[in-house]
């Protein structure tokens, strides 16, 4: 853990310096590095890479879109590329997985995984190698451009405290249309109220992590209406209305990657985890009755 905090916090000057440092390890299996050629221009390897412009520069600290024949380019893996790397896994049974945890971990129905290894029911012991049948790779495909972009980011460690998961209430938007919302309607000058949205594949990607403008720039969120809350409380937004619906499988992949890091990598103490409605009480139904809040509070206390 201290280790990887080190390496957080040195990231971004190794970037600023030109080094091409791996700082997470995942994220360094999956780029790659390519030597520019006479020919090559920035929007070319952008799409032969399936990757974005903006994400090759980020990358590699570039502020335009000059670049020369010889020079070593970072490419950042992309989220397709590594889903189709990472088509099937094996994961090897460990105490405390259940079929429904490792189904929300790799965003794979339980229905898939058990087909995949001949399963009737939802038994499974500790040791036992399970197929994962087109997973999303595990812990590193949809949280990787968060990782990354937070590394430019000065995260104020001590200040957060607490984690509450909300959804959108409509099966509409992404970070932008919220944030829009947020500055007209409910005249919020910071705009987007929560920290995170994660998308289900209508306005933004299944199970793409947005990051709002509070996250980079370390602010109070306006989720929730006790104002002590939103000063230590990270927001993380699903997009959807669970009491219709059900969140996507790739979005609950999502949240729980977002979670693991949050807690895991980013935050020194654990954090209090909730759903809006536990801490609005008789104001909200958020997260609404379909997200699986008992699930994330056995795994997030
Ligand atoms: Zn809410």
Redesign the pocket.
């Given at each position: 853990m201290f280790l990887s905090r080190r390496r957080f916090l040195y990231g971004s000057a190794a970037l600023a310096a030109g080094l091409a440092l791996p700082v997470y390890d995942l994220s360094a299996q999956q780029s790659v590095t390519h030597v520019v050629a006479r020919g090559d221009t920035l929007s070319g390897l952008a799409r032969r890479y399936g990757v974005t412009v903006a994400q090759i520069q980020q990358a590699n600290n570039l502020r335009s879109t000059v670049i020369w024949v010889g020079q070593s380019l970072t490419i950042p893996a992309s989220a397709s590329t590594a889903v189709a790397a990472a088509a099937t896994t094996t994961h090897v049974v460990v105490r405390g997985d259940t079929l429904s945890g490792l189904a929300l971990r790799y965003g794979v129905s339980v229905r898939a995984i058990q087909t995949a290894n001949k399963l009737s029911g939802t038994q499974i012991r500790i040791g036992q190698r399970l197929i994962i049948p087109g997973g999303s790779g595990g812990s590193s495909v949809l949280i990787g451009n968060v990782r990354n972009e937070t590394q430019r980011i000065q995260v104020q460690r001590e200040r957060w405290r607490t984690i509450v998961v909300?959804h959108s209430g409509i099966r509409f938007g992404n970070a932008s249309s919220y944030d829009n919302f947020h500055r007209t309607q409910r005249r919020m000058q910071h705009g987007l109220a929560y920290h995170f949205v994660i998308g289900n594949g209508v306005d933004s990607g299944d199970g793409e992590i947005e990051i709002g403008g509070r996250w980079r720039q370390q602010l109070n969120g306006g989720?929730v209406r006790n104002s002590a809350v939103n000063e230590v409380g990270i927001g993380i937004c699903l997009v959807g209305n669970f009491m219709e619906t059900h969140p996507s499988a790739r979005q609950m992949s999502a949240f729980t990657q977002l979670m693991d890091w949050l807690t895991g990598d980013v935050l020194p103490r654990k954090p209090q985890f909730a759903g809006?409605k536990e801490i609005d009480r008789n104001h909200?139904v958020?997260?609404g009755r379909h997200f699986p809040l008992a699930e994330m509070h056995r795994r997030y206390g």
């Open positions: 909300h989720h809006h909200t958020c997260p």
